[in-house]
């Protein structure tokens, strides 16, 4: 059974930068697809960014595009997304997922794995 870690969340101003990690306890990590989702109070989860740990491939949501970065330390096993420019509107709390895909995407249904999540505040 994968285990997913998520670390790293907390409160900062409008502006400001956070770094989330997503430890996975695995062997085969170069097998996944790892995502990052987010889900705000009232509102459906949403893909934020996704990264090949094989190929490096990575993809972004449109709201974040310039100002996250995702990343990946095969030696640790862990996926980071580093956060700048925080919004109000990135309050959420933030899941990373693992995934077999073929073909890299922002489906919740294409992650077996999840995290518990982690809560990211951005406040003035």
């Known amino acids: 059974q994968l285990r997913l870690v998520e670390s790293g969340g907390g409160s900062v101003q409008p502006g400001g930068s956070l770094r989330l990690s997503c430890e996975v306890s695995?062997?085969?990590?170069?097998?996944?697809?790892i995502a990052w989702f987010r889900q705000a109070p009232g509102k459906e989860r949403e893909g934020v960014s996704c990264?090949?740990?094989?190929?490096?491939?990575?993809k972004y949501a449109d709201s974040v595009k310039g100002r996250f970065t995702i990343s990946r330390d095969n030696a640790k096993n862990t996926v980071y997304l580093e956060m700048n420019s925080l919004k109000p509107e990135d309050t959420g709390i933030y899941y990373c997922?693992?995934?077999?895909?073929?073909?890299?995407?922002?489906?919740?249904?294409?992650?077996?794995?999840w995290g518990q999540g982690t809560q990211v505040t951005v406040s003035s």
């Open positions: 990264i090949s740990i094989n190929s490096g491939l990575t």
């Open positions: 695995t062997f085969v990590f170069d097998h996944y697809t």
């Open positions: 997922a693992a995934g077999v895909l073929y073909n890299i995407r922002m489906s919740s249904d294409a992650y077996d794995y």
